[in-house]
């Protein structure tokens, strides 16, 4: 199955969607004032652009959680009596695919809580108790007792600590987010970032086609989460896209020179170089400085690719450190090199060859990849 | 054989002209009723659990099964439930009752027709308890009990299952014979009726189911 080139992006928060369910049931009412006050201090807790909704138990329509501060008591008697039964709320919140937090707040025992044991929506919750426990002798959810609302917004915050994308062929060639590096471990290549304030990625990407990259998602508390990166479209680079610089007639001189591994001419020092000189040592520069002067225009460092159309040659900044050779190879930069991997379907693996990018390696028709 | 569902997604199907309820009414259809109706509180339905508790219908076993099934109900509390359920739904009267346990009793349960309606049922609680239930059945008659093909009455639990509440001459009496380690009896649906002595008593070993 071959490797095709992806653009995709990864969209996490830090904080998990909250779901309020609140107890007006017959053995809750009386408390009523503890639980709306608890809610209100929580909801002044949470992060302005968190999302979350608001249900009361046994009634599957939820509210914005911005609404219950202005509409407390208004909410309090629509929903007053209602049976402390989970159900209808838990069947509607099975069908979303979103993570959230879910805190139920309230007194005495929710009937049907069983039905629900070991689901991945109980495994979320919280039950939270003003008077008397939510789930009785049974054990099927976690319960803290009269807690303050610092102490759940505690529990809440479960932050993310470290994000990981991998996956079958994966191997990243662009992203957005410098926060990310990659790393290949035994031929599985692994883009990774820990403690940001922003995991979100723009990325680019070789997989084998038919898969998706998947994002595993370490959380604080040690839950761990697989999120997929969204595919967004595959990659084909049209022309427009390029945004070509032309090399001057005495560099083009140069470039065809070397492209065809015969010595040239340099610009600074006037003497003969070979094909593969990159900088000139013969300058006042301690580093030397590119055969090509209208590389330093643009501070490049790293990848360069070299575009020859009719008769004239232009370059491009390639500013990322692995560049796409062919199908099944890519070059991943190293300083002043470019190491080749190549992947093996078999075994699923990018090996390390012991081969570096040449310089003015062909890489498509009228396409040379040069690192400098 | 055609199948029918109700509101909750629990099977109906046509015996002899009637359309009956697969099963007696669980406490899932019931909580629907609750949820959806307001017409009873926490205390009410926790003293209804009181006399026969609560057993989720996904780990019901073979000894605790009565327990997924809403029991206890007076007359005029099952009237409030047949009224939401609507559709020309009603409590069947003894001679109904006992008709169709007659053909039930008579017609061996052919499997694939039970896996016609796992097919069709979308209701994941009646389709687990009808899972379950066919697989606790088989295993207690046809290899621990009477070691016999099953019947309809067997898997509708019209007998081994509850005394259910019917209508008779202007008044509610039961009919069914529970099986003894939920209730120990020697009734005969056929021929004995079971009439509590007072009018307001619940009972832990009374259901329901409906027809139409």
Redesign the interface.
């Known amino acids: 199955m071959a490797l095709i080139q992806i653009k995709g992006k990864l969209e996490i928060k830090g904080i998990k969607k909250v779901i309020f369910i609140l107890d007006t049931s017959e053995s809750a009412y009386s408390y009523w004032n503890e639980i709306a006050s608890l809610t209100s201090q929580l909801i002044a807790l949470l992060p302005k652009d968190m999302e979350g909704e608001l249900y009361f138990l046994g009634n599957s329509n939820p509210i914005e959680i911005s609404q219950f501060d202005k509409l407390t008591s208004q909410f309090f008697e629509e929903n007053l009596n209602r049976i402390s039964l989970i159900t209808p709320i838990f069947e509607k919140l099975s069908q979303k695919e979103d993570i959230f937090n879910i805190l139920i707040i309230g007194s005495g025992k929710i009937f049907d809580l069983e039905d629900w044991a070991d689901s991945h929506l109980l495994k979320q919750t919280l039950l939270i108790s003003v008077k008397d426990s939510l789930q009785g002798e049974l054990s099927l959810a976690d319960e803290i007792s009269y807690p303050t609302a610092q102490q759940i917004y505690t529990y809440l915050y479960d932050p993310i600590i470290e994000v990981e994308i991998s996956g079958k062929g994966f191997m990243p060639l662009k992203w957005s987010n410098g926060g990310y590096s990659l790393n290949i471990i035994e031929g599985k290549a692994y883009l990774t970032a820990s403690k940001l304030d922003n995991y979100f990625i723009n990325l680019e990407y070789l997989i084998t086609s038919d898969f998706s990259p998947q994002a595993k998602l370490t959380y604080a508390s040690g839950q761990k989460i697989i999120k997929p990166i969204q595919n967004l479209e595959i990659v084909e680079m049209k022309e427009e896209d390029l945004n070509l610089i032309s090399l001057t007639s005495e560099e083009e001189e140069i470039f065809k020179k070397a492209i065809f591994k015969k010595p040239f001419l340099c610009i600074h020092c006037k003497k003969t170089h070979e094909w593969n000189t990159l900088y000139c040592l013969n300058t006042s520069s301690i580093l030397g400085e590119p055969i090509y002067p209208s590389l330093n225009n643009y501070k490049i460092s790293g990848f360069v690719l070299f575009y020859q159309k009719d008769e004239k040659v232009y370059f491009q900044d390639y500013p990322f450190n692995l560049l796409k050779i062919d199908e099944n190879t890519v070059a991943f930069r190293e300083g002043r090199r470019a190491v080749l991997y190549k992947y093996s379907e078999k075994e699923d693996m990018w090996i390390a060859t012991s081969h570096t990018l040449d310089p003015y390696s062909k890489i498509k028709e009228g396409v040379y990849a040069v690192v400098f | 054989m055609q199948w029918f569902f109700d509101k909750t997604g629990f099977p109906l199907f046509y015996v002899s002209g009637i359309q009956v309820q697969l099963l007696p009414i669980t406490k899932?259809q019931f909580?629907k009723f609750?949820?959806e109706s307001?017409e009873?509180?926490?205390?009410w339905?926790?003293n209804l659990?009181n006399i026969n508790p609560?057993v989720?219908?996904?780990?019901f076993t073979s000894e605790n099964r009565e327990g997924i099934f809403i029991t206890g109900l007076l007359p005029s509390e099952i009237n409030f439930f047949i009224k939401w359920m609507g559709n020309g739904f009603r409590l069947a009267n003894l001679r109904e009752w006992r008709k169709i346990y007659h053909e039930l009793k008579k017609i061996p349960l052919k499997r694939e027709r039970l896996e016609n309606l796992l097919f069709q049922v979308k209701s994941k609680?009646a389709k687990t308890i009808i899972e379950r239930l066919l697989e606790q059945l088989n295993y207690e008659i046809l290899y621990r009990e009477a070691r016999r093909e099953l019947n309809w009455a067997d898997i509708t639990l019209m007998h081994y299952g509850l005394v259910e509440w019917v209508k008779e001459e202007g008044s509610y009496v039961g009919v069914g014979a529970p099986r003894p380690s939920f209730y120990p009896n020697l009734w005969e649906p056929l021929k004995d009726m079971v009439k509590p002595l007072k009018e307001n008593e619940r009972l832990f070993y009374f259901g329901f189911r409906l027809i139409r």
């Not at chain 2, 989720?56 to 780990?59: A, E, I, V």
Request: positive net charge; without cysteine.
């Open positions: 899932v909580e609750l949820v307001k009873f509180g926490d205390s339905y926790a659990l609560r989720s219908y996904k780990t609680p």
